[in-house]
């Protein structure tokens, strides 16, 4: 039987949540009956019990970790991602992610090197090309991104994975099988340019530079970035097969 994953998405929205699906199973290669979805939209929402899935996806979010006060929301969406850090069921968290996982272990998070919505080029580090899901990787590639905070000071605990000029801790791994990338591994441009209209004036890009963005979108090649979620479904079902 094949492996099952689930997708966490911390965000409301049901068209945007569909989206993001979408584009996990183009990432990973998986079929539609592979991956489940749960949305952590409310304060009661729970992500559930892990027994019947190989692996987990986090999604992007709204939320911010550098803001003053978390509400009762964000407090619960903490809760229930805090659960998946040192759990048994190996994870991915997408942007969003690097920066909880990075606060929650005791790193830095901040504001000093925003990327806007659009290209970036991502280098592995020495670490990162040992990896299991960055090894056959390119040691510099191509990706997507778009995030108003970033990893400062990474935890002790963890690896630093992945880097770039204009953000240097792009990719960790934290123990054995919990990894967060600050970039979009999960977006191809068409993909992007979803997003990039879900989230208009959101603080991603200046409004003024969205047809700039866009029309540079379908010349990114996202290949080895969409790679690394799909050697995570490999790494999780090595022992499926």
Known sequence: MPARFLL???RSGEEIARAERGDFLRA????????DQVMLDTCDAT????????????GGSPLNITTDTYDEYQQAVHAQLR?????PVPTMFVCFGAGFITHELGGHVGRT???SAGPSTVELTADGRKDPLLKNLPAEFSTLTGHTENIIIPPLQAVVLA?????PTQMIRYGQHTWACQ??????????KARMDFYYDYGYFSPADYDDIV???????????NAILHNFVTYCTKDHD
Do not use: N
């Open 8 to 10: 966490v998405s911390p």
């Open 28 to 35: 990973t290669g998986l079929k539609e009956e592979q991956l």
């Open 47 to 58: 992500i559930g019990p892990l027994d019947p899935y190989a692996g987990v996806f986090v």
């Open 83 to 87: 659960t998946l850090i040192d759990g």
């Open 113 to 115: 090197h925003p990327e």
């Open 163 to 167: 880097t770039a000029p204009s953000c």
């Open 183 to 192: 970039f979009h591994a999960d977006m191809d441009p068409a993909a992007m």
């Open 215 to 225: 029309s540079v979108l379908p010349g990114v090649d996202t290949q080895h970035s």
